[in-house]
């Protein structure tokens, strides 16, 4: 049977956020191409839906400030769970053949609605985690300049603009700051409605809310009354009164309403396993089966209206398997073999049960109880008493895969304990305990000291939102967050971590980017926002896609956050966490147009089988799209593609996970050193900050520069492989330098770019030009191109050596060295990449003397002032300093 594409989410306004959609009649497991299918954002999957009296449609593709004060913004991107993630999980994993039916990832763009987030960005090239034809690498986003694309308008209009005007109005908050969205699904802010003032909480208490007479016991065995598990009956009662007086919180509850009621229609989420039920199993199924439970649990609470609630009790049998359709093998029903699906139902059934406890009568509670009981919290138990959890094991559990179970399992036991029978009580209180003591030890370290997540930048998603559920629902449960947050103080930071790793082109899509986001968002900063005081995550989530279909987000957004998150957020920021450095540098947060550079330069290991081989890697966006970007999944049903992080790992053979798949310098012919790759990197910047303005343009000398001695990764000396990227000309173009010092082992060098551009190189192969006028729209349910505004350009200049020259391969770019070991039919794990271009260039050892590259990037600008068409400084690396290039 094939899988069912799921009903596209509905999203109102930023209806862009997501990267993969559903691509029929492929694999799963590998990456798409095409158009957007896999991800989904909301009800709307298929690309920007309508809500009603709303234009369809996203804001135009090249926008500056039009006669409608729209500018561009960016947008999140979605968070990707997948199968054995863990490094060390269980030896080796070997996948079998997955079954043709509905891929669940596809290319590259941006998805819009609320599934998942799309993966790689390279101008266009994703990865995908679905189908092994899954070549998509169209890039794209918005363009350099203009007004309003040709044939697009704004997406929040009508009767929802005009109750979102008036509930601004009532309760004296923000006005929406955004009406539309870009092809990359980035906020187009209307310059009218901005507060430009700093982030704030407007003087009022950030966590304040509605009259609650319960008191906090801060027991794990005296729980407040239902519903407790991430939300409270007098936040419920409150909530209406919360919307008719926030122009946000009325889009989203009119969003929520538009998916329930399109979701309605449907029949129930089929059981589809993918790849096996080892493979990435029901995955999918238990996040769609949550991302409904979610939206009819709402619907029925905010209007009584009992149909949603019946169609809620159909869903939530139909998973129980207690209907003729089949649900379950060998008597199990969510699959236990690949805990992840135990979890996500489990959390869905909970709030299913908890949200509506008092709604239900004693039979439907009943049914639903004994489901969480029997199908997840006692194979629960089984999970952390024997092998089969390898999830909770220390060595495995910096990670999503620990968030999820536990919060899973943690949400499951806290929704039922004190109901039913003793037994049940016990087993809730066992699992209460073992999850909430694993969950601290493991989870809680999945982001490192300075925020950024221990796995991917698309993996952030699933673990911090699994967490924010648990961290949630242990606050609203018990009256405290039961030490989970002492666990890792710095756990907040990973708010910054997400902010930072988007630039306009999408995500830093770094590794593996995970499967379908569905349920999944990044609306847990709103909490963390609420918790910390500080407003600016809150303020830059609320503007994105994937804010609107969550109803999470009803209960975790404090309306009195006011004001624009860019203001006095510095444009730079070096994560130096040696376990996973990285940078990030930009011209302005809040210009489509802006130049983004994201590089990464760490060790190769300890990022539970998620990561490249990848150091020294970067992106580069500019003119609204991306010029450099990743391919992020591989073919994930690949054999032994979650194997191990050694050398000899298959993992490693695989073209979109090998240094040759990478934007790095490739060193004879073969892939960088796991065991001994550990950079020492370098950063400055002179600390500019954004201000309110949303035009705000960097001053000429604003400079931001990162170093790496790669040296180790390639087991040579160090200072023997040193790479800088720098930003020039009031960040208007960025210079790539490598310096490669003299080395009788260093038989040939490869600097390599993997793009979506089409490649023009000059007569001298001095020059390459790079051009992309339209990206694979990630938004639309149907095939189709999305105008970036006209043509834009990047050009490539070399500086020195004298003698390189240019040289490209594709589209589609492929490996120069090594085969893939499980590359023959039927397998082809390689994935064709159709539409990117490797563009490179040979320097030839290092035996005879020192050489140096330099590439300087130039976006060929609107209007390119002399400065711009000047020959940057040629100064060594060991003399950079903020001003060297002056």
């Not at 492929?26 to 191409?33: C, D, K, R, S």
């Not at 003032?197 to 966590?207: F, I, L, R």
């Not at 620990?402 to 066992?430: E, F, P």
Request: aromatic share 10%.
């Amino acid at each position: 049977m094939s899988y069912q594409r799921p009903q596209d989410p509905y999203i109102h306004s930023n209806a862009s956020q997501y990267d993969e959609r559903y691509q029929q009649s492929h694999q799963q497991g590998a990456y798409q191409q095409d158009y957007p299918q896999g991800y989904s954002s909301g009800p709307a999957a298929a690309g920007y839906h309508d809500y009603p009296d709303h234009a369809s449609g996203y804001q135009g593709s090249a926008y500056k400030e039009s006669q409608e004060g729209l500018y561009g913004g960016r947008n999140a991107a979605g968070y990707g769970q997948q199968r054995n993630a863990a490094t060390q999980a269980a030896a080796t994993y070997s996948y079998a053949k997955p079954k043709h039916g509905v891929s669940k990832w596809i290319k590259i763009g941006v998805p819009i609605l609320i599934l998942v987030i799309a993966g790689a960005v390279l101008g266009g090239v994703f990865g995908s985690r679905a189908a092994k034809d899954d070549n998509s690498s169209s890039g794209g986003s918005s363009g350099g300049s203009g007004g309003l694309g040709s044939g697009s308008s704004p997406n929040v209009q009508g009767a929802a603009l005009t109750a979102a005007q008036q509930a601004a109005k009532n309760g004296g908050n923000n006005m929406l700051f955004y009406q539309g969205t870009d092809p990359y699904s980035n906020p187009s802010f209307v310059a009218s409605n901005v507060d430009t003032s700093a982030p704030a909480y407007n003087g009022q208490a950030h966590n304040s809310s509605c009259s609650d007479s319960w008191t906090a016991t801060n027991s794990l065995t005296s729980l407040r009354p239902h519903p407790r598990i991430m939300t409270t009956e007098a936040e419920w009662d409150c909530l209406p009164t919360k919307i008719a007086n926030d122009a946000y919180l009325t889009v989203w509850n009119s969003t929520i309403f538009t998916n329930a009621t399109n979701w309605s229609s449907k029949p129930p989420v089929a059981y589809v396993a993918d790849g096996g039920f080892t493979g990435s199993g029901i995955l999918d199924v238990s996040r769609e089966v949550q991302q409904r439970v979610k939206a009819f649990a709402y619907a029925y609470k905010i209007s009584n209206n009992t149909a949603f609630k019946n169609r809620l009790y159909l869903e939530l049998n139909n998973a129980a398997g207690n209907t003729p359709s089949s649900f379950g093998q060998n008597g199990t029903r969510w699959n236990a073999a690949h805990f992840l699906d135990v979890a996500e139902m489990t959390s869905a059934f909970a709030m299913a049960y908890d949200w509506l406890y008092n709604d239900w009568n004693n039979t439907e509670r009943t049914m639903i109880r004994d489901a969480i009981v029997n199908y997840g919290l006692v194979p629960g138990q089984n999970q952390y008493a024997t092998a089969d959890g390898w999830w909770k094991l220390p060595a495995n559990g910096n990670g999503n895969w620990n968030c999820v179970c536990n919060g899973g399992m943690l949400t499951g036991a806290l929704a039922i304990r004190g109901d039913g029978d003793s037994n049940q009580t016990a087993i809730a209180d066992s699992i209460i305990n073992s999850a909430l003591e694993n969950m601290r030890d493991n989870c809680m370290r999945g982001a490192y000291d300075d925020g950024t997540w221990s796995e991917t930048a698309n993996y952030w998603y699933f673990g911090t939102n699994a967490q924010g559920r648990a961290l949630s629902s242990l606050i609203t449960a018990t009256g405290s967050d039961q030490g989970m947050m002492a666990a890792n103080p710095n756990w907040y930071k990973t708010s910054d971590f997400h902010m930072y790793v988007n630039g306009p082109g999408g995500l830093f899509a770094y590794g593996d980017n995970g499967p379908n986001k569905f349920a999944t968002t990044a609306n847990q900063l709103m909490l963390y926002s609420r918790l910390t005081g500080d407003a600016r995550p809150a303020l830059y989530q609320r503007d994105r896609a994937d804010a609107a279909f969550d109803p999470l987000s009803m209960f975790w957004y404090e309306p009195t956050a006011k004001g624009a998150f860019w203001n006095g957020l510095p444009l730079d920021r070096f994560f130096d966490d040696q376990r996973g450095q990285w940078a990030s540098m930009r011209s302005s947060w809040t210009d489509p147009s802006a130049v983004f550079v994201g590089i990464k330069a760490s060790n190769l290991t300890g990022h539970q089988t998620h990561g490249d081989l990848d150091a020294g890697d970067f992106v580069i966006d500019a003119l609204g799209t991306r010029w450099a970007g990743e391919y992020g999944n591989g073919n994930y049903l690949s054999t032994d593609y979650f194997s191990n992080e050694t050398q000899q790992s298959a993992r490693w053979t695989y073209y979109r996970k090998a240094t040759d798949g990478q934007n790095t310098l490739v060193i004879n012919d073969q892939n960088q050193q796991v065991a001994t790759c550990l950079p020492n990197n370098t950063f400055a910047s002179t600390g500019v900050s954004q201000t309110g303005d949303l035009s705000f343009k960097p001053a000429a000398t604003d400079a931001v520069q990162f170093i790496s001695d790669l040296s180790s990764c390639y087991g040579q000396n160090a200072g023997t492989i040193q790479r800088g990227i720098r930003m020039l000309n009031g960040r208007r173009q960025v210079l790539v330098q490598d310096e490669i010092a003299q080395s009788s082992s260093i038989t040939s060098v490869q600097w390599r770019v993997q793009t979506n551009g089409t490649v023009s190189i000059s007569s001298d192969g001095k020059t390459a030009t790079l051009t992309q006028s339209s990206i694979t729209d990630p938004n639309a349910g149907v095939v189709g191109k999305v105008s970036l505004g006209g043509t834009k350009t990047m050009k490539l200049q070399i500086l020195s050596p004298s003698n390189a020259v240019f040289t490209s391969q594709g589209p589609p770019a492929q490996r120069i060295y090594g085969t893939a070991v499980y590359s023959a039919p039927p397998e082809d794990s390689d994935q064709a990449n159709v539409g990117v271009t490797a563009l490179s260039i040979d320097l030839g050892g290092a035996q005879s003397g020192a050489q140096t590259l330099q590439v300087v990037w130039q976006p060929q600008w609107e209007s390119l002032s002399a400065a711009d068409q000047a020959t940057p400084k040629s100064v060594p690396l060991s003399q950079w300093s903020l001003t060297s290039h002056n």
